[in-house]
């Protein structure tokens, strides 16, 4: 039996790794950042919420909450749950922002980086064809350099767009930094928190962040087609409405079917004053919803810090031994995010193979690799990646 690397952090035994929450599997799955396995509660919660919608007598007593998720999540980011409102999605909450802010509008200046997510890419691309004056900060040693943040805000500056953590590489942008520098200017910042929520501490009042989104498929442990959207309470009433959502509307009377009290228009109603209110659209996944509630409550039992510590074990090592194999890190290594990133000239052409053969699990680009361990991994899945690994 081979040797560990480094020895675990001081984290209770009966809770890291928790590999007993998750199905038993024979793959070392170093993707978490991609798409997190589904826990064993989870689905047990999925498959409850599905036994009523199959009307299951024996289920007939289940009713879905949906408010719970949201006020767990606002929790978990310090948030207020009236600041929280569901969304498909990272990329329709910020897409959402940016319609809210009046954008794309002639002029207007945005500042964003090249290490944001890379879905996003086109987004200022497209703001700048349409008439707004993008500036695209680079990375230098893998780090979006606060210097550079302060040089590119101006007055006349709009938004900063940015990924708390980055997707390419886990840097962690200094948001308060951020924030203090745009809020001076008379700009808004939006993060995305995707490679955030649920891995690494967030507060969202201290740091001063205006808006922010996450899908939940990643860290959060939910699953494609529902998020949250974060907007800092007193900017409601300042945002542009483009949201005509029912599900963001507080009181709803019509005029029109049979036994209706009669009215000048067709319908009287008006809109919740919260998040929801301004942003939420129709129906959104209620199965998700369910696995959520049971999914963010586990991340709070086991306490977003604790779920860093452990996977800073395995990360450690991981940004040791790389370089010592021959691989260039683009992972500064200050950070302390679940994403360690190596660059490798075709990369899927020389690791696709081996890594299906270890059953090792990572991301695998053109020309770079990168892994995410979460709570469910050990010492053992980062040595199997390793041993694994062909030399540079």
């Not at 897409?95 to 879905?119: N, S």
């Not at 497209?126 to 008439?131: F, L, V, W, Y």
């Not at 808006?211 to 007193?234: E, N």
Request: charged share 20%; glycine share 8%.
């Amino acid at each position: 039996m081979a040797m560990p690397l480094i020895a675990r952090a001081d984290v209770p035994a009966a809770t890291f790794p928790a590999r007993r929450d998750f199905a038993p599997t024979d793959i070392a799955y170093l993707d978490n950042g991609s798409q997190h396995p589904v826990s064993l509660g989870a689905k047990a919660a999925i498959d409850a919420y599905f036994a009523k919608r199959t009307l299951d007598p024996a289920a007939q007593g289940y009713a879905l909450d949906e408010a719970g998720p949201i006020a767990k999540f606002a929790q978990l980011i310090n948030a207020e749950p009236g600041e929280i409102s569901y969304v498909q999605s990272t990329t329709a909450g910020e897409q959402m922002i940016l319609r809210a802010l009046g954008l794309p509008d002639e002029g207007a200046h945005i500042v964003t980086d090249t290490l944001h997510f890379f879905g996003s890419l086109p987004l200022y691309e497209e703001m700048a064809k349409q008439g707004c004056e993008v500036t695209w900060l680079r990375p230098v040693d893998g780090r979006i350099r606060i210097e550079d943040m302060k040089a590119a805000v101006r007055k006349g500056t709009k938004l900063v767009a940015l990924s708390l953590v980055s997707t390419v590489n886990g840097f962690e942008h200094d948001l308060k930094a951020v924030c203090d520098i745009a809020h001076a200017a008379g700009a808004f910042v939006y993060a995305d928190i995707v490679h955030a929520a649920g891995c690494v501490p967030i507060d969202v009042k201290a740091s001063g962040v205006d808006f922010a989104a996450a899908s939940t498929y990643k860290w959060l442990m939910g699953d494609f087609g529902l998020g949250f959207l974060y907007v800092r309470g007193d900017l409601l009433p300042r945002l542009k409405r483009t949201n005509y959502g029912y599900y963001g509307i507080g009181s709803f009377q019509t005029h029109i079917y049979p036994y209706d009290t009669p009215g000048d228009s067709v319908a009287d109603y008006s809109f919740r004053p919260d998040a929801a209110g301004a942003f939420a659209l129709g129906t959104h996944s209620h199965a998700v919803i369910a696995q959520l509630d049971h999914s963010l409550a586990y991340i709070a039992r086991l306490g977003v810090p604790a779920i860093q510590a452990h996977a800073q074990t395995m990360i450690e090592v991981l940004k040791k031994e790389l370089p010592r194999r021959g691989y260039s890190v683009m992972t500064p290594p200050e950070a302390r995010t679940p994403i360690v990133t190596a660059v490798l000239q075709d990369a899927r052409t020389k690791l696709s193979a081996p890594m299906k053969a270890a059953k090792v699990k990572l991301t695998i680009s053109a020309n770079r690799f990168r892994l995410t361990p979460s709570v469910q991994n050990d010492m053992a899945d980062v040595e199997r990646f390793l041993a694994a690994l062909p030399k540079a």
